[in-house]
């Protein structure tokens, strides 16, 4: 994309109304603007990541046996009275009227929708295991919306639902999911710690949340170090493997790591060595639950066992936070000149900055460059406008993308082109031929 | 996919409820079930429509330079006060209400919220020409929702907005959507045709509808017959040429074709020989306007021009009807049997039947067949239930993928597998790899 012909409205100034250093970011480097209180819209830029960071989620869910499908926004509250959650949601339900006069609300999960849906098509044990999931807007109307994305109202999340016949079937998807959000959150470049939870609205005991440490977070959380020295890296996981999955859940779940909510103090203090002990706080990206039967008895989402018999099915939900995802990711990673984004999520792949614009050998060598990593399948940002380098510096600077192509006229006197890190800020001139072959490297 | 692994709920019966033949075979072939009315849910080979459909949208609209977004699904009323729509829009706005009393509306369109992005970010005619797009849902609180996702309450549209600062680059923009729009419905395996037709609330005199002529379409429509022997093709336009994109234009609006708010007799008369003079029905996919300053001057929108002077801008907005889209396409392409999809659209390239399952070197035979057409990029869905061969036919006549391959133990003795197209329902024998080479080539 040319910077000429791109929409990319950033901010000199820091907007007064963020105050976390996402939320300025995201203003200011235009990936959202605020359409209503809560509710956003995402300018080019910030509809990029998003875009990236929900097809991380659609691939992983997929490799993991997962199926895709898509509920809509809204809903009818009879299937909410039907659970018995009509009334126990509160004022965060946004309830609607339709010109009917029926009762209709803004879905805030989807837990009802999805047990009708299986409840109408499925009645034999045959036709499971089966998790079905969506990523879809989602409504929650916050008394106090802040912190931009990631307390928003509107916003846009994948949940899945797990089906099965028994719990030992529900505890294995439930252990797939938790596989699948650790190698979701690593291809996003972060780190999300499952931690023991509290089941909240949704019910269950046995739930995870995925925490990011960052000190803008709103969970107090209490976790033993040595959690954060554990990646789940480029292994191989056979989905379908009982063990396999097990071994992965145990692995990041046997130290110690709570929020406030379910946070006790003696176990703490006896379970983790003093010097090993972490307060913190974090950013919650996600959640998994079983809650066994707690919906399919109420609404009759039963299936036809082996025996003949007539059972209802074991269920989880598991939900990750997509839009609010890129407030953590930035929470995370930044710095006073502005965002970094880690390569999996970048908007665009790397920037091209022509430190002279309208001199011929320059235009040419950026064109050149353009073409070539276009070629590769590559998404080069090229800042082409008529501006001093230093606007350039600072925009490339703001909007984060993790390589810089610099190009001017007397580096290519010397055949070379400087690249730069974001992350590091560390510089190197190269031909412009390895430039390109070292960004496609990275990004293989 | 395994079927055995998927979930495909197609019905035996004929919904009651569906009165023409594509909402019945949208519920049959598990592409939909309704959440209530007029709001349906998308099922797993739905969605996966929905998204070729999407993503057909989003590729000609980046082509031809226009820039992806997205805008939320709730707006605030004040808005559309600005622009003295939220009066003139009837109940078929949903207007809401949040815990503040404040009130909000499910956005049907979105000239209002993407003239407040451009005013407050926009301000020199340096900046133009500008052409911003959006995939999402929206909501038309019809008072009698019917035909499936063809009127249904909640649907998915593609809207995009042009910013330009002259009635002549307005226009531009206008033709430009004209061209990608041909290219998009012909690569869905669609002819839709440009009509004149009537700006309604949206405003403008400029606007041409595009419609699929189909017996249950909601418009009656009026065309000379030749304009359907006209075909966009694979032709190359550049889309920043004014006199490339104004020739498309010409060439496939200089004939007759109104819809009845526009029709007029005597010039039908008058322009169309008799034997070529046709009356049909239509469905309409898609609408282009361009309204001039209506939205600018309302709200604001204004830029700099060289001279120093500040004029409004002049807008166009451009619509596709992303899931009316599939109820149109399966009105256009269907049998007694079952949908056919066109292969642009295909939610799986090919099927694959296994005549019988358990056997040896039939499951061997699917099994390679499955992995050789994975390889090359392609989504095969592999019926590998113990089903009886009619009932296997039978369910992929009826989901419409437009290849077979038929695997059975008679024919692999003489080394061979059918292939079968859908369309014609044509047969040929032969070797599984030619039959691999054969699929691959259909959508190379």
Redesign the interface.
Known sequence: MRLT???L?VLKETPSEAQIVSHRLMLRA?LI?Q???G??????L???V?KRIETIVHEEQIRA?H??????????A?LWRESGRYDDYG??M?R?T??HG?D?L?GPTNEE?IT??FR???SSYK?LP?T?Y?IQ?K?R?E?RPRFGVMRG??FYMKDGYNFDLTKEDALHAYNRHLVSYLRSYERMGLQAIPMRADGGPIGGDYTHEFLVLAETGESEVFYDSAITDQSFGDRAVDYDSVPECQAVLEEFTSRYARTDETHDEATFNEQVPEERRRVARGIEVGQIFYFGTKYSEAMGATVVTPDGSRVPVHMGSHGIGVSRLLGAIIEASHDDRGIIWPEGVTPFHCGIVNLKQGDEAADAACESLYAALTAKGLEPLYDDRSERAGAKFATMDLIGLPWRITVGPRGLAKGVVELTSRRTGESEDMSPEVAIDRIAQIYA
């Open positions: 012909r791109y929409f409205p235009g603007k359409a209503s209180a509710i956003y819209s995402w300018l080019p910030g509809y990029k998003l046996g199926i895709p499908m898509l509920m809509p926004t809204l809903q009818s009879d004022q965060e946004l609607i339709d010109r029926r209709m803004y929708l009708d849906i109408t098509h499925v036709d089966l079905l969506h807007w409504f109307d008394v109202r509107e």
